[in-house]
């Protein structure tokens, strides 16, 4: 099994939720997080005056599949997230050593 975190821009969560619905991903969790980076943030001007906006809105998207259908929740989350601009952001594939479902106590791949 393998766990995927995507740092996506906000206005994409929903073509990512629904890309990974249509491969049949079991379930998803998102949190609300702020970054930056190799663009570092940008400056906005409010009210005449200039400030510096560090740390961006995003949003990260962990799911966890099994080793087969990882390559396909990949490439399912590039398709929904990528507008090709800076910033469209990041996923990373950590390993997960086990996996329960609290109500029934299945583990393994039936607990996705």
Known sequence: MKKIE?????????????????IGCPGLTVTEVKGFGRQKGH??????AEYVVEFLPKVKIEVVVDDEHLEDAVK?????????????????VLPVEEAVRI??????QEAL
């Open 43 to 48: 400056k906005e001007i409010y009210r005449g």
């Open 76 to 92: 399912a989350i590039m398709d929904s997230a990528a507008t090709g601009k800076i910033g469209d952001g990041k996923i990373f």
């Open 103 to 108: 109500r029934t106590g299945e583990m393994g």
């Open 6 to 22: 995507a740092i996506v821009k906000p206005s994409k969560l929903t073509d990512v939720k629904d890309g990974l619905a249509a």
